[in-house]
Protein backbone atom coordinates (compact mmCIF):
# COMPACT_ATOMS: atom_id res chain seq x y z
CA UNK A 1 0.00 0.00 0.00
CA UNK A 2 1.23 3.34 -1.17
CA UNK A 3 1.62 6.29 2.19
CA UNK A 4 0.87 9.99 0.94
CA UNK A 5 1.41 12.70 2.83
CA UNK A 6 -1.40 15.76 1.32
CA UNK A 7 -2.49 19.00 2.46
CA UNK A 8 -5.97 17.81 1.71
CA UNK A 9 -8.03 14.60 1.34
CA UNK A 10 -11.65 14.49 -0.36
CA UNK A 11 -13.73 11.49 -0.60
CA UNK A 12 -16.36 12.16 -3.13
CA UNK A 13 -15.94 12.83 -7.03
CA UNK A 14 -19.13 15.14 -7.24
CA UNK A 15 -19.64 18.61 -7.19
CA UNK A 16 -18.98 19.69 -4.03
CA UNK A 17 -15.94 18.20 -3.99
CA UNK A 18 -14.71 18.93 -7.10
CA UNK A 19 -15.27 22.50 -6.61
CA UNK A 20 -12.98 21.93 -3.49
CA UNK A 21 -10.24 19.66 -5.30
CA UNK A 22 -9.86 22.62 -8.42
CA UNK A 23 -9.56 25.06 -5.65
CA UNK A 24 -7.24 23.94 -3.65
CA UNK A 25 -4.89 22.35 -6.14
CA UNK A 26 -4.61 26.03 -7.80
CA UNK A 27 -3.99 27.19 -5.09
CA UNK A 28 -0.87 24.93 -4.45
CA UNK A 29 -2.46 22.16 -2.18
CA UNK A 30 -1.69 18.73 -2.77
CA UNK A 31 -4.60 17.13 -2.71
CA UNK A 32 -6.03 13.77 -3.17
CA UNK A 33 -9.16 12.90 -4.78
CA UNK A 34 -11.63 9.58 -4.23
CA UNK A 35 -13.99 8.76 -6.04
CA UNK A 36 -15.06 4.84 -6.90
CA UNK A 37 -18.21 5.93 -9.21
CA UNK A 38 -18.41 8.13 -12.13
CA UNK A 39 -16.74 11.56 -12.42
CA UNK A 40 -19.21 14.58 -11.91
CA UNK A 41 -21.49 12.62 -9.25
CA UNK A 42 -24.89 12.24 -9.66
CA UNK A 43 -25.89 16.09 -11.10
CA UNK A 44 -23.86 14.93 -14.54
CA UNK A 45 -25.04 11.07 -14.43
CA UNK A 46 -28.38 10.69 -13.11
CA UNK A 47 -29.51 14.23 -11.83
CA UNK A 48 -29.53 17.60 -13.14
CA UNK A 49 -28.01 17.09 -16.53
CA UNK A 50 -29.73 13.90 -17.69
CA UNK A 51 -33.32 15.25 -16.10
CA UNK A 52 -33.12 18.51 -17.89
CA UNK A 53 -31.52 17.32 -21.52
CA UNK A 54 -35.38 15.00 -20.89
CA UNK A 55 -37.31 17.65 -20.10
CA UNK A 56 -36.05 20.05 -23.04
CA UNK A 57 -36.62 17.20 -25.36
CA UNK A 58 -40.33 16.82 -23.89
CA UNK A 59 -41.00 20.26 -24.00
CA UNK A 60 -40.13 20.56 -27.66
CA UNK A 61 -42.45 17.92 -28.22
CA UNK A 62 -45.23 19.49 -26.32
CA UNK A 63 -44.23 23.06 -28.21
CA UNK A 64 -45.24 20.92 -31.19
CA UNK A 65 -48.51 19.57 -30.05
CA UNK A 66 -49.67 23.62 -28.32
CA UNK A 67 -48.86 25.46 -31.43
CA UNK A 68 -52.21 26.39 -32.82
CA UNK A 69 -52.56 29.45 -30.62
CA UNK A 70 -49.63 30.74 -32.09
CA UNK A 71 -51.21 30.25 -36.06
CA UNK A 72 -49.66 27.09 -36.31
CA UNK A 73 -50.84 23.66 -37.48
CA UNK A 74 -48.35 21.16 -36.48
CA UNK A 75 -48.20 17.57 -36.67
CA UNK A 76 -48.38 15.17 -33.69
CA UNK A 77 -44.65 14.43 -32.82
CA UNK A 78 -42.90 11.19 -33.26
CA UNK A 79 -41.04 10.11 -29.81
CA UNK A 80 -38.02 7.76 -30.81
CA UNK A 81 -36.97 6.59 -27.16
CA UNK A 82 -33.75 5.99 -28.61
CA UNK A 83 -32.95 9.00 -29.97
CA UNK A 84 -34.05 10.78 -27.06
CA UNK A 85 -31.80 8.58 -24.65
CA UNK A 86 -29.13 9.63 -27.16
CA UNK A 87 -29.69 12.94 -26.61
CA UNK A 88 -29.71 12.78 -23.04
CA UNK A 89 -26.51 11.05 -23.08
CA UNK A 90 -24.78 13.37 -25.86
CA UNK A 91 -25.22 15.99 -23.36
CA UNK A 92 -23.38 14.33 -20.58
CA UNK A 93 -20.65 13.41 -22.52
CA UNK A 94 -20.15 17.00 -23.86
CA UNK A 95 -20.21 18.19 -20.25
CA UNK A 96 -18.28 15.26 -18.80
CA UNK A 97 -14.49 16.31 -19.48
CA UNK A 98 -15.09 18.78 -17.49
CA UNK A 99 -15.62 17.10 -14.33
CA UNK A 100 -13.45 14.29 -15.68
CA UNK A 101 -10.32 12.63 -14.18
CA UNK A 102 -7.89 13.80 -16.97
CA UNK A 103 -8.79 18.12 -16.30
CA UNK A 104 -8.43 16.95 -12.53
CA UNK A 105 -5.17 15.15 -12.82
CA UNK A 106 -4.30 18.34 -15.38
CA UNK A 107 -4.85 20.77 -12.51
CA UNK A 108 -2.43 18.49 -10.21
CA UNK A 109 -4.84 16.25 -8.27
CA UNK A 110 -3.79 12.85 -7.60
CA UNK A 111 -7.46 11.04 -8.34
CA UNK A 112 -7.84 7.40 -6.80
CA UNK A 113 -10.61 5.46 -8.03
CA UNK A 114 -11.49 3.51 -5.28
CA UNK A 115 -13.40 3.39 -2.40
CA UNK A 116 -12.49 5.46 0.58
CA UNK A 117 -13.20 5.35 4.11
CA UNK A 118 -11.25 6.66 7.20
CA UNK A 119 -9.41 4.93 9.26
CA UNK A 120 -8.95 7.24 12.07
CA UNK A 121 -8.96 11.58 13.23
CA UNK A 122 -6.27 12.31 10.35
CA UNK A 123 -5.88 9.61 7.98
CA UNK A 124 -7.75 8.28 4.96
CA UNK A 125 -7.62 4.51 3.34
CA UNK A 126 -8.35 3.06 -0.29
CA UNK A 127 -7.37 -0.75 -1.58
CA UNK A 128 -4.26 1.08 -2.94
CA UNK A 129 -3.17 4.14 -0.60
CA UNK A 130 -3.18 5.52 2.71
CA UNK A 131 -3.57 9.00 2.97
CA UNK A 132 -2.46 11.32 6.13
CA UNK A 133 -4.10 14.29 5.26
CA UNK A 134 -3.71 18.03 6.99
CA UNK A 135 -7.31 18.89 6.24
CA UNK A 136 -10.06 16.00 5.21
CA UNK A 137 -13.26 16.58 3.27
CA UNK A 138 -17.06 14.39 3.14
CA UNK A 139 -18.02 15.03 -0.59
CA UNK A 140 -20.01 11.56 -1.07
CA UNK A 141 -23.70 13.06 -1.44
CA UNK A 142 -26.95 11.40 -1.44
CA UNK A 143 -28.78 8.38 -3.55
CA UNK A 144 -32.71 7.81 -3.85
CA UNK A 145 -34.17 6.38 -0.87
CA UNK A 146 -36.75 3.80 -0.63
CA UNK A 147 -39.89 4.69 1.49
CA UNK A 148 -41.00 0.91 3.73
CA UNK A 149 -43.77 -0.14 1.84
CA UNK A 150 -44.55 -3.79 1.67
CA UNK A 151 -43.56 -5.36 -1.40
CA UNK A 152 -41.52 -2.87 -2.84
CA UNK A 153 -37.89 -4.44 -2.36
CA UNK A 154 -39.56 -7.14 -4.16
CA UNK A 155 -40.50 -5.43 -7.70
CA UNK A 156 -38.24 -3.72 -9.98
CA UNK A 157 -38.81 -0.31 -9.36
CA UNK A 158 -36.72 2.68 -11.17
CA UNK A 159 -34.76 5.79 -9.62
CA UNK A 160 -33.34 8.69 -11.03
CA UNK A 161 -30.17 6.86 -11.44
CA UNK A 162 -31.86 3.95 -13.86
CA UNK A 163 -34.92 5.96 -15.43
CA UNK A 164 -32.82 7.46 -18.09
CA UNK A 165 -31.83 3.69 -19.29
CA UNK A 166 -34.86 1.92 -20.25
CA UNK A 167 -34.83 0.21 -22.89
CA UNK A 168 -38.67 1.35 -24.08
CA UNK A 169 -40.74 4.11 -23.41
CA UNK A 170 -43.27 3.59 -20.36
CA UNK A 171 -46.17 3.00 -21.37
CA UNK A 172 -47.84 3.74 -18.27
CA UNK A 173 -45.07 5.51 -15.76
CA UNK A 174 -46.65 4.97 -12.02
CA UNK A 175 -44.49 7.62 -9.60
CA UNK A 176 -44.12 7.32 -6.01
CA UNK A 177 -43.97 11.57 -4.63
CA UNK A 178 -44.66 14.68 -5.70
CA UNK A 179 -41.82 16.33 -4.99
CA UNK A 180 -39.33 18.34 -7.74
CA UNK A 181 -37.68 14.81 -9.11
CA UNK A 182 -41.33 13.17 -9.46
CA UNK A 183 -43.21 16.69 -10.84
CA UNK A 184 -40.51 16.98 -13.64
CA UNK A 185 -39.71 13.58 -14.25
CA UNK A 186 -43.78 13.28 -14.62
CA UNK A 187 -44.53 16.10 -16.67
CA UNK A 188 -41.30 14.91 -19.04
CA UNK A 189 -42.45 11.47 -19.70
CA UNK A 190 -46.59 12.64 -20.32
CA UNK A 191 -45.17 14.96 -22.65
CA UNK A 192 -43.23 11.92 -24.44
CA UNK A 193 -46.20 9.84 -24.87
CA UNK A 194 -46.42 7.92 -21.55
CA UNK A 195 -48.95 7.66 -19.06
CA UNK A 196 -48.71 9.25 -15.72
CA UNK A 197 -49.36 8.80 -12.21
CA UNK A 198 -48.51 10.89 -9.79
CA UNK A 199 -49.10 9.05 -6.21
CA UNK A 200 -48.23 11.62 -3.01
CA UNK A 201 -48.89 10.97 0.21
CA UNK A 202 -49.46 14.81 1.39
CA UNK A 203 -50.52 17.17 -1.32
CA UNK A 204 -48.83 19.16 -3.35
CA UNK A 205 -46.37 21.59 -2.19
CA UNK A 206 -47.16 20.14 1.50
CA UNK A 207 -49.53 23.40 2.41
CA UNK A 208 -46.78 25.51 1.82
CA UNK A 209 -47.65 27.59 -1.03
CA UNK A 210 -51.72 26.93 -2.15
CA UNK A 211 -50.86 29.26 -5.32
CA UNK A 212 -48.56 27.50 -6.88
CA UNK A 213 -49.44 24.17 -6.28
CA UNK A 214 -53.17 25.00 -7.62
CA UNK A 215 -51.30 26.44 -10.99
CA UNK A 216 -49.02 23.33 -11.32
CA UNK A 217 -52.09 20.81 -10.65
CA UNK A 218 -53.95 22.81 -13.12
CA UNK A 219 -51.01 22.11 -15.81
CA UNK A 220 -50.99 18.64 -14.98
CA UNK A 221 -54.40 17.96 -15.02
CA UNK A 222 -54.35 19.87 -18.97
CA UNK A 223 -51.67 17.19 -19.51
CA UNK A 224 -53.07 14.00 -18.97
CA UNK A 225 -51.20 13.40 -16.00
CA UNK A 226 -53.14 11.85 -12.96
CA UNK A 227 -52.24 13.35 -9.74
CA UNK A 228 -53.21 11.48 -6.47
CA UNK A 229 -52.54 13.34 -3.31
CA UNK A 230 -53.16 12.25 0.28
CA UNK A 231 -53.04 9.14 -1.26
CA UNK A 232 -51.01 6.39 0.56
CA UNK A 233 -48.92 3.82 -0.41
CA UNK A 234 -50.29 0.27 0.85
CA UNK A 235 -48.58 -2.13 -1.05
CA UNK A 236 -46.80 -3.01 -4.51
CA UNK A 237 -46.51 -5.98 -6.19
CA UNK A 238 -45.66 -7.61 -9.65
CA UNK A 239 -43.20 -7.99 -12.20
CA UNK A 240 -41.27 -6.48 -14.71
CA UNK A 241 -43.33 -4.44 -17.01
CA UNK A 242 -46.18 -5.02 -14.95
CA UNK A 243 -46.49 -3.42 -11.76
CA UNK A 244 -49.09 -2.90 -9.12
CA UNK A 245 -49.80 0.09 -6.45
CA UNK A 246 -52.43 -0.31 -4.16
CA UNK A 247 -52.96 2.78 -2.46
CA UNK A 248 -55.54 4.19 0.77
CA UNK A 249 -57.23 7.22 -1.31
CA UNK A 250 -60.70 8.49 0.66
CA UNK A 251 -60.48 5.93 2.64
CA UNK A 252 -60.79 3.59 0.25
CA UNK A 253 -58.36 0.99 -1.49
CA UNK A 254 -57.36 1.13 -4.89
CA UNK A 255 -55.34 -0.27 -7.63
CA UNK A 256 -53.14 1.65 -9.65
CA UNK A 257 -51.39 -0.75 -12.52
CA UNK A 258 -48.56 0.48 -15.04
CA UNK A 259 -45.36 -0.87 -16.59
CA UNK A 260 -42.98 0.67 -14.71
CA UNK A 261 -42.84 2.16 -11.36
CA UNK A 262 -40.18 5.09 -10.32
CA UNK A 263 -39.34 5.93 -7.07
CA UNK A 264 -38.91 9.58 -6.11
CA UNK A 265 -39.84 10.21 -2.14
CA UNK A 266 -36.75 11.79 -1.15
CA UNK A 267 -32.90 11.23 -1.14
CA UNK A 268 -30.81 9.95 1.81
CA UNK A 269 -27.05 10.87 2.84
CA UNK A 270 -24.36 8.37 1.40
CA UNK A 271 -22.65 7.98 5.23
CA UNK A 272 -22.31 4.24 5.31
CA UNK A 273 -18.76 2.08 5.24
CA UNK A 274 -17.23 5.78 5.44
CA UNK A 275 -15.50 5.12 8.80
CA UNK A 276 -17.11 7.91 10.21
CA UNK A 277 -16.76 6.33 13.77
CA UNK A 278 -12.99 6.20 13.40
CA UNK A 279 -12.65 9.77 12.59
CA UNK A 280 -14.67 10.87 14.93
CA UNK A 281 -17.17 12.75 13.26
CA UNK A 282 -21.22 13.22 14.19
CA UNK A 283 -23.47 12.27 12.10
CA UNK A 284 -27.21 11.43 11.97
CA UNK A 285 -30.16 10.15 9.21
CA UNK A 286 -29.66 13.97 7.62
CA UNK A 287 -25.99 13.02 7.16
CA UNK A 288 -22.84 14.69 9.04
CA UNK A 289 -23.29 16.96 11.20
CA UNK A 290 -21.77 20.31 10.21
CA UNK A 291 -21.21 23.46 11.74
CA UNK A 292 -22.15 27.07 9.65
CA UNK A 293 -18.29 26.75 8.15
CA UNK A 294 -19.42 22.93 7.13
CA UNK A 295 -16.79 22.05 9.36
CA UNK A 296 -17.63 18.57 11.56
CA UNK A 297 -17.23 17.32 14.89
CA UNK A 298 -13.69 16.67 13.90
CA UNK A 299 -11.88 19.84 13.12
CA UNK A 300 -9.79 18.60 10.48
CA UNK A 301 -12.98 17.46 8.82
CA UNK A 302 -15.34 19.15 6.48
CA UNK A 303 -18.57 18.10 4.49
CA UNK A 304 -19.85 19.18 1.98
CA UNK A 305 -22.84 18.89 -0.66
CA UNK A 306 -25.51 16.32 -0.20
CA UNK A 307 -24.14 14.89 2.78
CA UNK A 308 -23.91 17.82 4.60
CA UNK A 309 -27.37 18.12 6.34
CA UNK A 310 -28.24 21.08 4.33
CA UNK A 311 -30.10 21.93 1.11
CA UNK A 312 -29.58 18.89 -1.80
CA UNK A 313 -28.82 21.30 -4.77
CA UNK A 314 -26.38 21.33 -7.07
CA UNK A 315 -25.60 25.38 -7.00
CA UNK A 316 -25.58 24.63 -2.87
CA UNK A 317 -23.30 22.21 -3.33
CA UNK A 318 -20.55 24.35 -5.58
CA UNK A 319 -20.95 27.08 -3.01
CA UNK A 320 -20.07 24.95 -0.14
CA UNK A 321 -16.53 23.69 -1.73
CA UNK A 322 -16.23 27.16 -2.23
CA UNK A 323 -16.89 27.97 1.23
CA UNK A 324 -14.35 25.02 1.68
CA UNK A 325 -11.52 26.65 0.30
CA UNK A 326 -12.19 30.47 1.61
CA UNK A 327 -12.52 28.81 5.18
CA UNK A 328 -9.98 26.26 5.57
CA UNK A 329 -6.93 27.43 3.29
CA UNK A 330 -7.78 31.18 3.87
CA UNK A 331 -9.38 31.75 7.10
CA UNK A 332 -9.31 35.63 7.45
CA UNK A 333 -12.62 35.85 7.04
CA UNK A 334 -14.77 33.00 7.47
CA UNK A 335 -17.88 32.37 4.95
CA UNK A 336 -21.15 31.16 6.30
CA UNK A 337 -22.89 28.01 4.58
CA UNK A 338 -26.06 29.76 6.14
CA UNK A 339 -25.38 33.48 4.46
CA UNK A 340 -26.33 33.24 0.98
CA UNK A 341 -29.75 32.60 0.07
CA UNK A 342 -29.97 29.52 -2.18
CA UNK A 343 -32.51 29.52 -4.84
CA UNK A 344 -35.14 26.73 -5.01
CA UNK A 345 -36.21 25.29 -8.67
CA UNK A 346 -38.36 22.73 -10.03
CA UNK A 347 -38.10 22.65 -13.85
CA UNK A 348 -41.76 21.57 -14.73
CA UNK A 349 -44.07 23.85 -17.11
CA UNK A 350 -44.60 26.37 -15.77
CA UNK A 351 -41.63 26.64 -13.34
CA UNK A 352 -41.33 26.73 -9.73
CA UNK A 353 -38.95 29.17 -8.36
CA UNK A 354 -38.41 30.58 -5.01
CA UNK A 355 -35.64 32.00 -2.82
CA UNK A 356 -35.56 33.44 0.75
CA UNK A 357 -37.85 33.11 3.33
CA UNK A 358 -42.03 32.46 2.51
CA UNK A 359 -44.59 34.30 3.25
CA UNK A 360 -45.70 31.86 6.51
CA UNK A 361 -42.21 32.35 7.71
CA UNK A 362 -41.60 36.02 7.42
CA UNK A 363 -45.13 36.57 9.10
CA UNK A 364 -44.16 33.98 12.21
CA UNK A 365 -40.89 36.37 12.61
CA UNK A 366 -42.21 39.90 11.73
CA UNK A 367 -46.01 39.35 11.89
CA UNK A 368 -48.17 42.54 10.44
CA UNK A 369 -44.67 44.15 9.43
CA UNK A 370 -44.55 42.03 6.67
CA UNK A 371 -46.15 42.80 3.08
CA UNK A 372 -47.10 40.84 -0.08
CA UNK A 373 -46.36 42.11 -3.65
CA UNK A 374 -48.31 40.34 -5.92
CA UNK A 375 -48.88 40.18 -9.85
CA UNK A 376 -50.19 37.90 -11.66
CA UNK A 377 -47.86 36.59 -14.59
CA UNK A 378 -51.36 37.15 -17.15
CA UNK A 379 -50.39 40.88 -16.70
CA UNK A 380 -46.88 40.33 -18.61
CA UNK A 381 -46.54 41.97 -22.20
CA UNK A 382 -43.93 38.97 -23.20
CA UNK A 383 -46.11 36.38 -21.57
CA UNK A 384 -49.19 37.05 -23.37
CA UNK A 385 -46.37 37.40 -26.51
CA UNK A 386 -45.86 33.95 -26.08
CA UNK A 387 -49.09 32.60 -24.53
CA UNK A 388 -48.03 31.14 -22.07
CA UNK A 389 -49.38 33.01 -18.87
CA UNK A 390 -49.60 30.61 -16.14
CA UNK A 391 -48.13 32.09 -12.96
CA UNK A 392 -47.40 34.58 -10.81
CA UNK A 393 -44.61 36.69 -9.05
CA UNK A 394 -44.46 37.02 -5.62
CA UNK A 395 -42.46 39.47 -3.76
CA UNK A 396 -41.95 39.39 0.03
CA UNK A 397 -40.64 42.32 2.23
CA UNK A 398 -40.45 43.78 5.48
CA UNK A 399 -42.00 47.61 6.07
CA UNK A 400 -39.26 49.00 5.60
CA UNK A 401 -38.86 48.10 2.62
CA UNK A 402 -36.27 45.18 3.04
CA UNK A 403 -36.58 42.37 0.76
CA UNK A 404 -37.04 38.59 2.44
CA UNK A 405 -37.75 36.42 -0.12
CA UNK A 406 -40.06 36.29 -3.42
CA UNK A 407 -41.46 33.29 -5.42
CA UNK A 408 -41.83 33.63 -9.30
CA UNK A 409 -44.29 30.70 -10.86
CA UNK A 410 -44.16 30.43 -14.54
CA UNK A 411 -41.78 30.29 -17.63
CA UNK A 412 -37.95 30.39 -17.07
CA UNK A 413 -38.92 31.64 -13.66
CA UNK A 414 -35.28 29.72 -12.52
CA UNK A 415 -33.68 32.22 -14.73
CA UNK A 416 -35.72 35.30 -13.14
CA UNK A 417 -34.86 34.21 -9.83
CA UNK A 418 -31.56 34.69 -9.68
CA UNK A 419 -32.72 38.82 -9.86
CA UNK A 420 -34.32 38.34 -6.81
CA UNK A 421 -31.32 35.82 -4.99
CA UNK A 422 -29.02 38.72 -6.14
CA UNK A 423 -30.96 41.05 -4.34
CA UNK A 424 -30.97 39.54 -1.12
CA UNK A 425 -27.66 38.38 -0.89
CA UNK A 426 -26.63 42.16 -1.48
CA UNK A 427 -29.13 43.81 1.19
CA UNK A 428 -31.06 45.60 -1.78
CA UNK A 429 -34.56 47.10 -0.29
CA UNK A 430 -37.12 47.07 -3.04
CA UNK A 431 -36.84 50.72 -3.85
CA UNK A 432 -33.54 49.17 -6.03
CA UNK A 433 -36.40 47.23 -8.27
CA UNK A 434 -38.03 50.76 -9.03
CA UNK A 435 -35.53 53.39 -9.52
CA UNK A 436 -32.04 51.79 -11.34
CA UNK A 437 -33.39 48.33 -12.25
CA UNK A 438 -34.50 48.94 -15.85
CA UNK A 439 -35.37 45.48 -17.84
CA UNK A 440 -35.84 45.19 -21.45
CA UNK A 441 -39.31 45.34 -22.82
CA UNK A 442 -40.53 42.69 -23.33
CA UNK A 443 -39.12 40.93 -21.00
CA UNK A 444 -40.72 38.20 -18.23
CA UNK A 445 -37.93 40.62 -15.67
CA UNK A 446 -40.66 43.31 -16.11
CA UNK A 447 -43.14 41.62 -13.75
CA UNK A 448 -40.06 42.18 -10.76
CA UNK A 449 -40.54 46.16 -11.09
CA UNK A 450 -43.76 45.75 -11.27
CA UNK A 451 -44.33 44.15 -7.89
CA UNK A 452 -41.55 46.22 -6.52
CA UNK A 453 -44.02 49.42 -7.62
CA UNK A 454 -46.62 48.29 -5.30
CA UNK A 455 -45.24 48.81 -2.65
CA UNK A 456 -45.07 52.76 -3.15
CA UNK A 457 -48.03 52.34 -4.71
CA UNK A 458 -50.64 54.05 -1.70
CA UNK A 459 -48.13 56.70 -0.93
CA UNK A 460 -46.79 57.70 -3.99
CA UNK A 461 -50.38 58.69 -5.20
CA UNK A 462 -51.55 59.96 -1.40
CA UNK A 463 -53.92 62.85 -1.37
CA UNK A 464 -50.40 64.54 0.41
CA UNK A 465 -48.51 63.74 -2.55
CA UNK A 466 -51.16 65.38 -4.94
CA UNK A 467 -50.92 68.42 -2.55
CA UNK A 468 -47.30 68.45 -3.10
CA UNK A 469 -47.24 67.88 -6.64
CA UNK A 470 -49.84 71.22 -7.03
CA UNK A 471 -47.36 72.93 -4.62
CA UNK A 472 -44.29 72.28 -6.61
CA UNK A 473 -46.60 73.26 -9.81
CA UNK A 474 -46.81 77.02 -9.02
CA UNK A 475 -42.70 77.13 -8.28
CA UNK A 476 -42.08 79.19 -11.54
Not at 23 to 51: I, R, T
Not at 213 to 234: D, F
Not at 385 to 404: D, K, P, Y
Request: hydrophobic share 45%; aromatic share 6%; with cysteine.
Amino acid sequence: MEDIKADIAIIGGGSAGLVAASGAAQLGQKVVLFESGEMGGDCLNYGCVPSKSLIAAARAAESARTAAPLGLDIAPPQVDWSSVKAHVNGVIETIAPIDSQERFEGLGVRVVRERARFADARTIVSESVRVRARLMVIATGARAGAPPIPGLNEVPYLTNETVFSIDALPTHLIILGAGAIGLELGQAFARLGSKVTLIEASTLFAGKDDQAAKVLRAQLNAEGVTLLESAKAERIEGIEGAIAAHIELNGAIKCIEGSHLLVATGRMPNIEDLGLEAAGVAYNERGVTTDAHLRSSNRRVYALGDVASREQFTHAAGLHGSLFVRNALFKLSPGRADAAPIPRVIYTEPEYAAVGLSEAQARARWGDRVRVLFVPMHDNDRAQTERATQGFTRIIVRSNGAILGAVIVGAHAGESIATVALAIANKLKIAAFTSSFVPAYPTRAEILKRAAGQFYTASLFSPRTKLLVRLLAQIP
